[in-house]
């Protein structure tokens, strides 16, 4: 049958009372805040949809794709469905390992989840949620981290490199053990003080790399911070 592009509608323009078609595409689709009534979603493909707010708690699911998909703690899901493990992002997510490479994770909830070993290089994690969650190992690379809610982060092994944390809140967080912060900026950071005497002992070819894209060099954003204390 000849393909009728009249007929078709792009996945992220997915309306949840308009679907007639199944298994359901709705990859990349916004269904924030929407009921989403008893919609069949057996082997549905809702990668990187905004299921923030959205009641789904009538719905079929079963083997679905939710890679990247949002999720918060208004999202209502069957009873028998743990989207934690689902491989969406959202409070409480086991996404250790995960590919989230120059995702858009602004806002995000992650609280009480675990991203040991994720790929977040590149992410835009601005205003995210990461109070208390694990980031041992995680690979930050040019990730975008202002204005974060970091507050008991562990950090550990984490690579940092080229991160732009300016204003975030890094209370309690642990910084003891990170892999590299070359050319990271700190600029404007909350709950320093404890942790800016062991950063500025860290090499030289790390606190003297110039970020262009803060136009500072670690160095100085963590100097910025001493009339803080």
Known sequence: MDLNISDWTPPEKASPEQITKYPVDARGADWRNQDIQDLDLREANLCRADLRGANLKY??????????????????????????TSGAIGPGAKLNGAFLNNADLRGIDLRTGSLMGAYLSGADLSGAILDNISLAGADLR???LRGAMCRGTRFGTSEINMADLRGADLTEANLEALESIKGSDFSMCKGMSNHLKH?????SIELDHWNPLT?????????SLLSQE
């Open 199 to 203: 950063l500025l002992k860290r090499p």
């Open 215 to 223: 136009r500072s060099t670690t160095r100085e954003s963590l100097e």
């Open 59 to 84: 719905c079929r699911m079963e083997n679905i794709d939710m890679r990247l998909a949002k999720y918060d703690n208004k999202t209502q899901l069957p009873d028998d469905f743990d989207i934690r």
């Open 142 to 144: 040019n990730c975008i």
